[in-house]
């Protein structure tokens, strides 16, 4: 019980900052926050990400990237031109590095205003910190595990960002129903959407990218955007006035 209250608290906590955070923050722009706040979040995207952290400024850029050139040759994942879930998250793997490292030359476009935090992205992506998360994963197992099995899902919980990137970006580009016409393959993984925290709805949100509502139809629920709305009401975020 203990160990999948963990499971499920990481996978959530995880998933809430990669898509408050990461997608609808640092590579859309859909709300703006100070720079106290960014930090804030900076340093709990960490936390809840662990091992498996992700650079808001090198997502940020990938993500614009997917979005201009999606489902192209140029897009950074597609199931179109990958051949499989593991090719694909390995090429997004290396363009994510040299992003992150520098090593190709981007667009101003798709740097401008993008989140920076350089000397903290460098140490939450750091070895040495990815090491000491797995191993504290490991540790909490070994005192909390009650089955030999449940010491497989050590590894999701190491790769849990990119995990959960890779199932929107490899599932809601070719499964479920859309609700509007794109230029692209994206798709509404599920009419219910729990256990994506409202990603699933893609093809809502490669229509209206800009919108911080994933959800369109009555029954898509969007369980981040009344999160939103209330960090609005508290100020720790500031919506454009007409959301
Ligand atoms: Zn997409
Ligand atoms: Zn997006």
Redesign the pocket.
């Known amino acids: 019980m203990v160990i999948l209250g963990f499971f499920v608290a990481h996978w959530y906590l995880s998933l809430f900052t990669q898509s408050f955070f990461h ?1 609808r923050y640092a ?2 722009k859909q709300f703006n926050m100070s720079r106290f706040w960014e930090k804030f979040f900076f340093i709990i995207s960490w936390i809840f990400q662990g091992s498996s952290y992700l650079s808001p400024y090198a997502y940020g850029i990938m ?1 614009r990237m997917h ?1 201009a050139y999606a489902d192209t040759e140029k897009d950074v994942h597609s199931p179109k031109y990958d051949s499989n879930f593991f090719s694909m998250m390995w090429r997004t793997k290396t363009v994510y590095d040299a992003i992150f490292t520098g090593k190709i030359e981007v667009e101003e476009k798709f740097k401008k205003e993008v989140p920076e935090w350089h000397s903290f992205d460098r140490i939450a992506s750091h070895n040495i910190s990815r090491t000491m998360w797995v191993v504290l994963y490991a540790l909490f197992y070994l005192a909390f595990a009650t089955q030999w099995w449940m010491f497989l899902l050590i590894p999701i919980h190491a790769v849990m960002g990119p995990f959960h990137g890779v199932i929107i970006n490899w599932f809601a580009h070719k499964y479920g129903y859309t609700n509007f016409k794109v230029k692209d393959t994206s798709k509404n993984l599920m009419p219910v959407d729990i256990l994506m925290l409202g990603e699933g709805f893609h093809n809502n ?1 490669h229509k209206n ?1 800009s919108s911080p509502n994933f959800g369109f139809k009555w029954f898509e629920f969007d369980p981040i955007y009344p999160i939103i709305l209330f960090f609005n009401k508290l100020r720790i975020i500031r919506l454009a006035p007409n959301r």
Request: a neutral charge; zero cysteines.
């Open positions: 997608h590579a859309h993500h979005h949100h990218a």
